[in-house]
Nanobody, 115 residues
Framework: QVHLVESGGGLVQPGGSLRLSCVASGSIFSNNAIAWYRQAPGKQRELVAIITSGGITNYADSVKARFTITRDNVKNTMYLQMNSLKPEDTSVYYC?????????WGRGTQVTVSS
């Protein structure tokens, strides 16, 4: 069983920064692509950023140049550094991993950007 636990969310003013973390229950990150998604109230869940096992990254256009996804395979942890936050970044952020067709999600962490 795979367990993913996100942390690091909170309330931040526009222009501020947050770093989200996602810890996995086992050594699953090193061999799989891992991703951050987000879902705002009334909207569909959307991909924010993804990093492959080889370290290749891709970002949603809305967060490019502001967000950075990284991974630490030793700590079984993935991070999302979010800078220059905007009110439209307000969402629940979820950690995601796809292991041979089985998709796993964390429970999410709330990020609220507001003055």
């Amino acid at each position: 069983q795979v367990h993913l636990v996100e942390s690091g969310g909170g309330l931040v003013q526009p222009g501020g920064s947050l770093r989200l973390s996602c810890v996995a229950s086992g050594s699953i990150f090193s061999n799989n692509a891992i991703a951050w998604y987000r879902q705002a109230p009334g909207k569909q869940r959307e991909l924010v950023a993804i990093i492959t096992s080889g370290g290749i990254t891709n970002y949603a256009d809305s967060v490019k140049a502001r967000f950075t996804i990284t991974r630490d395979n030793v700590k079984n942890t993935m991070y999302l550094q979010m800078n220059s936050l905007k009110p439209e970044d307000t969402s629940v952020y979820y950690c995601n991993v796809n292991i041979r067709g089985s998709v796993y999600w964390g429970r999410g962490t709330q990020v609220t950007v507001s003055s």
